[in-house]
């Protein structure tokens, strides 16, 4: 699950990360009212006026609707802070990560304004080859990590955080260290990166990223902007983790598929897939595409899915208008085959199915799943095997 800037930012100063003053707003006022506190607060010049959205590069990013107004934005007075949320507020960014569609900001950070003299990037991942958080910290800071990696490999140090021990006081002054800190600096350094590894592991993260880092003219260290994924995986020990979701930043589809316990992400394709099992249905995409086809999505309807499930997950796939044909590739083991035909059965016939629908039944309980599909009196080609399945969906998208 991904969340605002703002949020991560809240939950970091919870766990001693220093990070700047500022208000989350929905209305142009508000922002307004935001700004002359702040200023009146802090003695800040200027304010910092954030579009939220969850999407990077916000800062070289253009609105549709104002190409003068990037989704990061400063405003020297209390007026300027109230015309640029006025700007931002329902209308569309559009940066590198959201693509040429880009996304409606509901909401601004309206932050106090900090002299720079200094940026810094730390970031936390799992490192799956070495099955362990690690963090990565460089001195090229504001830059796309990815960037660095291929222009300057050499400036990106990387700290692992041992399963069991943890990061440590140690290790963040060790990683500010690499980064050429000293003194005073080093050691708020040290304990601010101490902190974001506790937060990574408290919160179960998968990411966490602050770019920039900066060194203040004040000679404080303070995480300027923030960015925290959250794995999904561990939702049963974070209950209050829901309230931190925006069904307005998800795709509608992958929303309805959690509230059904399926595993849907939306993609560019043209042929709708429904298969159990994670594998399966990664091979299934790859079958599509090695006969020439472009699926339209990753649905995983898992090894023990009702007949209910089943048919909303047909509902799921049927809703996206790019969809040409469907194909449904099951191998029965705990999820049995009958069920699988029951519930697409009962799905075609609330929908009115408009496309063609190639299925594809194999294990437990298989001539029954047959049967049930070639009574049912509904127009559905069957499939001898994967590579057959494949083959046909193809040809019927392009129909």
């Known amino acids: 699950m991904k969340i605002h800037e703002y949020q991560a930012k809240e939950i970091l100063a919870g766990f001693g990360v220093r990070v700047p003053r500022g208000r989350m707003v929905e209305s142009a006022e508000e922002a307004e009212k935001a700004a002359a506190e702040l200023m009146k607060e802090t003695g800040c010049k200027v304010v910092v006026v ?40 329902g209308s569309t960014l559009v940066t590198k990560q959201t693509g040429p569609e880009g996304k409606k900001v509901s909401r601004v950070l309206v932050e ?44 990106i140090v990387a700290e692992p955080i041992h399963p069991t021990l943890g990061f440590g006081g140690y290790g963040g002054r060790k990683t500010a260290a690499k980064l050429g800190l000293k003194g005073a600096t080093l050691r708020k350094a040290g304990v601010l990166l ?34 925290i994924n959250l794995d999904d995986n561990a939702d049963f020990r974070h209950k209050d983790r829901e309230q931190l979701r925006d069904p307005s930043e998800e795709d509608a589809a992958e929303a309805e598929g959690r509230k059904w316990d399926l595993n849907y992400v939306s993609m560019e394709g043209n042929i709708g897939c429904m298969v159990n099992g994670a594998g399966l249905a990664m091979a299934t995409m790859d079958i599509i595409k090695h006969h020439g086809g472009e699926p339209a999505n990753f649905l995983d309807v898992g090894g023990s899915a009702r007949t209910e499930q089943v048919a909303a997950a047909f509902k799921i796939i049927t809703r996206d208008p790019k969809v ?12 049995r085959c009958d069920v699988i035909a029951e519930g697409v059965c009962k799905a075609v016939e609330e929908v009115g199915l ?16 047959k049967k049930i599909l070639a009574e049912s009196g509904l127009r559905i080609v069957t499939a001898a095997d994967m590579a057959d399945a494949a083959e046909k969906a193809v040809e019927a998208a392009l129909a």
């Open 194 to 227: 101490s902190s974001c590894a506790k937060a990574f592991e408290g919160l179960d993260a998968s990411l966490l990223e602050i770019n920039p880092l900066i060194l203040t003219k004040d000679g404080d260290v303070v995480a300027l902007d923030a960015k």
């Open 324 to 335: 040409r044909a469907i194909l449904i590739n099951i191998f029965g083991g705990i999820m």
């Open 354 to 369: 408009k496309v063609p629908l190639v299925v594809r039944l194999e294990g437990t309980n298989v001539d029954k799943g």
């Open 112 to 155: 106090q304004g900090l002299e720079i003299v200094d940026e810094l990037y730390v970031g936390m991942v799992i490192d799956r080859t070495k099955e362990q958080a690690v963090m990565m910290a460089s001195t090229e800071g504001g830059m796309e990590i990815e960037e660095v990696a291929a222009q300057h490999p050499e400036k």
């Open 50 to 89: 954030k579009a939220q959205i969850h999407a990077g590069g916000r800062g070289k990013g253009r609105f549709k609707e104002h190409e003068d107004t990037g989704g990061v934005s400063l405003a020297q007075t209390v007026g300027q802070a109230k015309e640029l949320a006025e700007k931002m507020l």
